[in-house]
């Protein structure tokens, strides 16, 4: 029997399962409090519910569960054994598609427009490395049957403030709009049929610069004069050779109709007004976001402690709909739970007004209910632990320290004593 977890899976030692409950209860808390209500959902959806859910890549990621019994024997013994009809279900990538599902089937149960949280686990087949797992616990809050530039505002205030309430700071909200980005790359040329393909090389400008952008869009062949345009106008922005940032107005100008920018402004110049300095947020030309379902502004928080994203969301104005036949507007925001846990972690970050531990440590000498009423005294300062003595207390009392104990109480003469 292998005693390891799964690769991309891990097991949780008590200390860190210790902030992950404080974080986790710290941001449930904001959500609460900012009118958010919690569902659960189950782990497991319908394979068509997945692979119908424009997720990106993550459809490529999906664990696959297997047809059970005479289901299973029927496909395997079909020719040629179709890899899609021996599954019927798969584990969820994100909590997205399942809020979606959920919200069709229970609407009429359900305020509106509706505010909820999410924070489950959520699983991809990926390849496992440092802020990537095949296990992993999202924290999402959506509103659902809001269209207006307000759920994006809150979306990000409710974020940022649950942040901020962890002692989690010095972040970005990175912000763009696919239709502004759609809009100028098919002004410039691009074949409305291509834009996805060309987003995703574009969301590499700050990785591979103007001139890897090039070459990326010429191997895909596409339209010369688009692909000059598009370059000579990032180029100036290029940050390896120093080039300026991209301003949300040079953007539009480049649009067939510049007021497609208005929302994203609005957005911002809100924001900035709520953050009042707590946070940043900025445009982001060349924001996409990986999931296909996102259908206008998308966001992710930055943070100079991780090289990657810490969390993301957008809106998603389609989705829905696939279930009902009638479009609801739907935005999100999810926190890196991992990722901001990770480097808590490893800055040494101490829970706030955490109650020192302290071990009572007993022997048969001592009558039981006196133990327990001797530890209960001692709660009122302190986090106890009852712990039968050991015959040599030297090893004992060195791994109660590397759990975190920094008292020890102990039985003499009848009464307790803390060293």
């Known amino acids: 029997m292998k005693t390891n977890a799964l690769k991309g899976m891990k097991d949780i030692l008590p ?50 569960v297997l047809k059970r019994g005479d289901k299973l024997d029927s496909a395997l013994a079909a020719t040629p054994v179709d890899e899609k009809s021996l599954s019927d279900m798969g ?65 990000i205030d409710v974020t940022a403030r649950a942040l901020l309430n962890i002692g989690f700071e010095d972040f970005t909200i990175n912000i763009n709009d696919r239709r502004i980005l759609r809009n100028m790359l098919e002004n410039m040329g691009f074949a409305p049929d291509s834009l996805d393909s060309v987003c995703i090389t574009f969301d590499k400008m700050d990785k591979i610069g ?28 290029d940050a390896a050779n120093g080039g300026a940032k991209i301003t949300l107005d040079e953007v539009a100008s480049k649009c067939a109709d510049a007021s497609i920018a208005d929302d994203l402004k609005y957005i911002i110049s809100t924001v900035e007004k709520v953050a009042a300095g707590k946070y940043k947020i900025s445009y982001t030309p060349n924001l996409v976001r990986g999931q296909g379902y996102y259908t206008g502004v998308v966001f992710e928080i ?3 402690k991780f090289s990657g994203a810490v969390g993301g ?30 480097i808590l972690l490893d800055s040494g970050y101490k829970i706030p007004g955490e109650k020192e531990k302290c071990a009572l440590l007993y022997d048969d000498a001592v009558e039981f209910p006196v133990v327990l009423a001797e530890a209960e005294k001692l709660r009122a300062g302190f986090s106890v632990a009852i712990i039968k003595k050991a015959k040599k207390p030297g090893p004992q009392y060195d791994m109660l320290e590397k759990q975190g104990y920094t008292k020890f109480a102990v039985f003499k003469d009848g009464t307790v004593s803390i060293k």
């Not at 998603?316 to 999810?334: E, H, L, R, T």
């Open 210 to 237: 103007a001139a890897g952008i090039e070459a990326e869009l010429r191997e895909k062949q596409m339209p010369e004069d688009a692909v000059k345009s598009l370059v000579d106008f990032i180029a100036k922005s």
């Open 313 to 342: 969301g957008g809106r998603y104005d389609n989705m829905i709909g696939k279930f009902i036949g009638q479009q609801i507007p739907a935005v999100g925001f999810s926190i890196g739970f991992e990722r901001i846990c990770s």
């Open 302 to 304: 930055a943070s100079p």
């Open 15 to 64: 200390a860190e399962q210790k902030l992950r409950d404080y974080v986790q209860g710290k941001i449930l808390e904001t959500y609460r409090a900012s009118g958010f209500e919690r569902i659960s959902t189950p782990m497991l959806e319908d394979a068509e519910n997945l692979d119908k859910s424009d997720g990106g890549d993550n459809l490529n990621l999906i664990f696959k």
């Open 91 to 155: 584990l969820r990538y994100d909590l997205t598609l399942p809020l979606s599902r959920f919200f069709a089937a229970n609407r009429n149960e359900l305020q509106f427009p509706f505010k909820v949280i999410q924070t489950d686990r959520v699983f991809r087949a990926e390849r496992p490395q440092k802020g990537r797992s095949r296990e992993f616990v999202q924290c999402d809050i959506d509103i659902l049957g809001d269209s207006s530039c307000n759920a994006e505002v809150e979306l």
